[in-house]
């Protein structure tokens, strides 16, 4: 049995194509020889290598999150746990942001005087939180 290469065009022996279940004959349409030069230039194609070195950077920016947050909620872990408390209540509507208590900027953050009752918050802009946390 014979077949053609559809890349070099030569007729080869079966025994020189790779099996591949897609094709109906389920044999590559490329023999052994062209499809090792094919996969070794698609390896080296620039953009596919552009596209890994993304995929290995988001991989890693994600993983440094991961431990920095992981971090705060070792250091913090009330106030890690108030806050998440109070971020999951905010969207699922229990709890209202309001504006700056000081300032009235509507970019506010929730404050807590006593971690311990996360739901007892003194909304406060940036500025006015860190001032507060200074005191
Ligand atoms: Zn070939
Ligand atoms: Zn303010
Ligand atoms: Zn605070």
Redesign the pocket.
């Known amino acids: 049995m014979l077949k053609i290469c559809s890349s070099c065009k030569d007729t080869k022996s079966l025994n020189l194509f790779n099996t591949n279940k897609n094709r109906k004959d389920k044999l590559d349409h490329y023999c052994k020889e062209c499809r090792r030069i094919y996969d070794r230039k698609r390896a080296n194609n620039p953009v596919r290598l552009a596209q890994m070195k993304v995929a290995s950077l988001k991989h890693s920016l994600t993983g440094k999150n991961d431990d920095t947050r992981r971090k705060r909620k070792k250091l913090y872990p009330e106030r890690y746990l108030a806050n998440s408390l109070v971020a999951r209540a905010v969207k699922s509507g229990i709890l209202e942001r309001q504006p700056?208590?000081?300032?009235?900027?509507p970019k506010?953050e929730a404050h807590h005087a006593d971690y311990t009752k996360p739901f007892e918050v003194n909304w406060?802009?940036r500025?006015?939180h860190m001032l507060e946390h200074r005191k």
């Open positions: 700056c208590t000081v300032c009235n900027e506010s406060l802009c500025q006015h």
